[in-house]
């Protein structure tokens, strides 16, 4: 009776259930897939690898903050200042190396941990002073611009070839030099998708062995192998895009890294699962002797260390920093969480709804720009598409509740 | 023409996994007090819910008559058109209202969206005269006490001029005093030709106050009788549960053990008002292998000694206290948890559940460093373990992911005990356990804690309810405005003398 005897259930009983079960991501994914789609009906260019990978570019740092504010979010926080921090380290970034002279590395580690101090610094006032995070984060949202106009003295300030790698540049190739013309896949970026479904399929089994051993039900065979094999061909349809142009860019390795990293933190760890219980209901959080204000702390530290990272790569893809740079960021940011199904309550959201949140607000931009589109009509195309996915989500819980 | 004023025929109600009504036929006449009872999840909130439009028409199934004209209400507005009130055991007031303005919330009489006051003020007064009340119109909400609440709600909705009142587990968090208040004035309505629904798991009110019963069980009509004579507390528990429950607290002896908790001159200060003692020079102990009651009043400070002691209450705290004899530096629930030190709250929606999270998460909320490593949270012995505890406790979900909010009253206050049992406490504080809770999982939660005694824990449980005290303790002690009162053995307590020292009496 307690557990869900999957015997009981047919199939399509069970193919519903996870369904009903994962509704929000299911649709945004769908949405996802519809708006790419009527690019590609639109535009001749969009649907080429070429293209592909550009937005894959493009969203790469979004898709890294977006992860950090989910945290933030579904602790029942936010996050105003993440466009601040992400110019002001940028900045920082570019002028140690074009200024201090230091190297790659070691701009990039001092940049880290800016990152981290100004998350404590945040998270110093919303956890240990109770101040409230909105207006911690608009206060630190001036005092991050005015430092980053402070140290750039309004000039651009350009990084080196070898930085901005990270932001523009793919892993190089092992064997064969290709080009996109030849349609020859990128050798590296094809090991590399070997190497993450074997992981992949290791994980699903290993799983399904473990419930085995503990007597619990496991889906029947049949869709097991489906659901990995939608999996993997998801998974090898990604890596193609990306191999039949120039490769994997590095930003992607990185995204697909703290992807990971913050989809196991918020799933498997203890961490995670206090995060959401703060923000589903902070009395019950405390008396479950949940340190809250320590956790706090260290989910904007997080917040803090992916908007360094974040202005790591978007400087490098620009290839400058500049006292502009990273202006109402925090707005594509915060909107990828939210389209990616975080509740703005508190207490919900993932990771991979953030990541396909930011690609359905970087996916919306590209393909406008290509239609050409202004950038009035493409402002406000994006602000309904925010409205209405909030919209949709509340309305089918609505129904379900 | 019938002579009912409401009638349900043949509801079904489905929830992903659980149909919750099934056929569930259900009539009131004019001007009767209609009782409904039911174990847990039996589907009496859910009916409810049905009749007064939560749940709009299309998402059940069957027929609802009132003065035998169909109705087909699509959200509360209709059926409070149709004169059908709901007052719910949570009470949804505004508190930092004053009383009319809390009345009048949402119906004001107003003109160009300009309130015209003096009419809701004078309304107001004439309303709660006839809920009892003689309070002010002006004063704030938070001022009142829970059972004056209570009455202000249930002003409000003779405000909307009702003819079907219902009450979903009003006395639940009353004290003996304020429910029998509220029993008067639903009598009074009843005379004036409203029909009350009631809901309640207090069976000896049931039988006091209700003229008709209807039984639910596992979203089924079992019966419906009047109360006469010949129905008995018995015989309605036997309706509810299908079977004979022949005893309802399981008395075992028990021999104290050594002493775990020893308090020296507990005294905490009001964190609003500074020099205003909430708890003045307490002291007790408590041992192991016991159950030691806390009787009292409403508002005697029961709640904030414990909470104090357990680190989530108060800032200015004066004395000590040892665990194990050593004294005992907590300075949160962390801290407390880490000694064998657990708390389940009163309050459970506010306090104890995380809402939003499935019934395996919040049982392993307070132990998750039990089931976790460095390859994070152990899925498999998270389900493990809360299989475990929704079999012990038979918790009724069709899923251990079930949401807790889904859950009916009584099945997620196990979810909350489950969540300390899990914990392995030493010294467990149980706060109104069984709260809302019906007779056979009260019967349950009283088998439970006689396990733990077993097993050598302490147990510390403060009631409102002093046949529940009276059943299990072993020890009494009885609280007033603060300071303790008496310590009694449960051999030589009594009612009456828990009464008169809860009432002040030296
Ligand atoms: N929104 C919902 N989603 C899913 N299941 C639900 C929902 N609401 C209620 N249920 C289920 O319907 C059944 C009846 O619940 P209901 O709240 O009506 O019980 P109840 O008789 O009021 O119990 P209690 O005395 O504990 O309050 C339960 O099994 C419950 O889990
Ligand atoms: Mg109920």
């Known amino acids: ?401 | 023409m019938s002579n009912y004023v409401l009638e349900m025929e043949n509801i079904i109600k489905d929830f992903p996994g659980v149909r919750a009504l099934n056929n569930v036929n259900f009539k009131v006449r004019k001007g009767e007090i209609h009782a409904l009872v039911g174990e847990n999840g039996a589907g009496k909130s859910t009916l409810m819910k049905v009749l007064s439009g939560v749940y709009p028409y299309g998402t059940y199934e069957g027929k609802i008559l009132i003065d035998g004209k169909e109705q087909n209400f699509e959200n509360i507005k209709d059926s409070e058109a149709a004169g059908i009130g709901i007052i719910y055991q949570e009470l949804a007031l505004v508190k930092e209202m004053n009383i009319a303005e809390n009345i009048y919330l949402g119906s004001e009489f107003s003109t160009f969206g300009i309130i015209n006051w003096d009419k809701a003020i004078s309304k107001t007064t004439g309303l709660l005269n006839e809920v009892g009340l003689t309070e002010n119109p002006y004063t704030k909400v938070v001022h009142l006490g829970i059972g004056k609440q209570q009455l202000v709600e249930i002003a409000k909705a003779l405000s909307k001029n009702v003819n079907i009142l219902i009450f979903d587990e009003p006395t639940a968090a009353l004290n003996e005093d304020d429910s029998e208040n509220l029993l008067h004035i639903i009598r009074k309505l009843k005379d004036q030709g409203i029909s009350c629904i009631y809901i309640s798991h207090k069976l000896k009110e049931v039988k006091e106050i209700a003229d008709t019963i209807t039984i639910l069980r596992d979203g089924e009509t079992i019966e419906t009788y009047s109360n006469g004579e010949n129905v008995t507390v018995d015989k309605i528990i036997t309706g509810m549960v299908g079977r004979e429950l022949t005893q309802l607290y399981p008395r075992k002896e028990h021999t104290a053990g050594e002493v775990v908790l020893e308090v020296k001159n507990w005294t905490v200060y009001n964190p609003e008002i500074p020099d205003k003692k909430i708890i003045d020079g307490v002291s007790f102990t408590a041992k192991k292998g016991e159950i030691l009651g806390i009787a009292g009043l409403m508002g005697a400070g029961r709640t904030e000694l414990m909470m104090s002691l357990f680190g989530a209450y108060g800032v200015k705290k004066l004395g000590e206290f040892y665990i194990d004899s050593e004294k005992a530096d907590i300075k949160g629930p962390r801290d407390a948890i880490e000694k064998g030190f657990c708390y389940l709250s009163e309050d459970r929606k506010k306090n104890g559940l995380v809402l939003m999270m499935d019934i395996k998460e919040n049982i392993t909320l307070a132990s998750l460093d039990k089931i976790s490593n460095i390859r994070g949270i152990n899925e498999n012995e998270e389900i493990k373990i809360t299989n475990h505890y929704v079999n012990a406790l038979t918790i009724k979900t069709p899923s251990i992911e079930q949401k807790t909010k889904n859950l009916s009253g009584g099945n997620q206050q196990k979810v909350v005990i489950s969540k300390w049992l899990m914990a392995a406490p030493k010294i467990l504080i149980l706060d109104e356990p069984t709260r809302g809770i019906d007779v056979g999982a009260k019967y349950e939660i009283y088998n439970i804690m006689n396990d733990l005694i077993d097993k050598g824990v302490s147990i510390i449980m403060i009631s409102s309810e002093l046949p529940e005290i009276l059943g299990i303790s072993d020890r009494i002690l009885v609280m007033h405005e603060g300071k303790l009162t008496a310590e009694l053995d449960w051999k030589e307590a009594s009612q009456e003398k828990i009464m008169h020292f809860a009432t002040g009496g030296r």
Do not use: C
């Open chain 1, 1 to 401: 009776m307690a557990t869900k005897s999957v015997e009981k259930y047919s199939s399509l009983e069970i193919i519903k259930m996870s369904l009903r079960n994962n509704i929000r991501q299911y649709t945004m994914f769908i949405a996802l897939i519809g708006i790419m789609l009527i690019f590609s009906l639109l535009s001749g260019v969009f649907f080429t690898p070429r293209n592909l990978s550009t937005l894959f570019l493009q969203t790469a740092h979004i898709a890294i903050l977006a992860s950090g504010v989910v945290l933030v979010i579904v602790a029942g926080h936010i996050d105003l200042s993440i466009g601040a921090v992400v110019g002001l380290t940028g900045a920082i970034a570019a002028i140690l190396q074009a200024h201090y002279g230091l190297g790659v590395l070691p701009a990039i580690i001092i940049t880290l941990a800016v990152g981290a101090l100004i998350g404590l610094w945040q998270g110093y006032w919303v956890a240990y002073r109770d101040v409230p995070a909105f207006i911690v984060t608009l206060a630190g949202m001036m005092i991050f611009n005015g430092l980053l106009l402070g140290v750039t003295r309004g000039e651009t300030i350009a990084t080196s070839s070898m930085f901005n790698k990270l932001g523009q540049d793919y892993i190089p190739t092992l064997f064969f030099i290709n080009s996109p013309k030849d349609m020859l896949p990128h050798d590296t970026t094809i090991i590399f998708l070997v190497f993450v479904i074997v992981a992949y399929l290791w994980y699903e089994l290993k799983r399904r062995k473990e419930r085995i051993t503990y007597g619990f039900d496991i889906l029947p065979i049949k869709l097991f192998a489906l659901k990995i094999a939608l999996v993997i061909s998801l998974i090898t349809a990604v890596f193609l895009i990306m191999a039949l142009y120039l490769g994997i860019p590095y930003s992607i390795v990185i995204l697909m890294v703290i992807g990971s990293l913050y989809t196991f933190i918020t799933t498997k760890t203890t961490f995670g699962r206090h995060v959401y219980a703060i923000g589903g209901n902070k009395e019950a959080a405390k008396l479950s002797g949940i340190n809250i204000r320590q956790r706090t702390l260290w989910i904007f530290i997080s917040s803090g260390i992916l908007g360094a990272i974040g202005g790591i790569i978007y400087t490098a893809r620009v290839g400058s920093a500049a006292a502009s740079a990273g202006q109402g960021m925090e707005l594509d940011v915060i909107a990828a969480a939210i389209i990616g199904g975080t509740s703005t309550l508190g207490g919900q959201g993932t990771i991979v709804g953030a990541i396909i949140g930011a690609l359905v607000m970087t996916t919306l931009n590209n393909g406008m720009l290509l239609l050409d589109v202004g950038t009035t009509e493409r402002l406000i195309v994006r602000g309904l598409v925010l409205l209405l996915a909030v919209w949709i989500d509340i309305s089918s819980r609505k129904r379900d509740a």
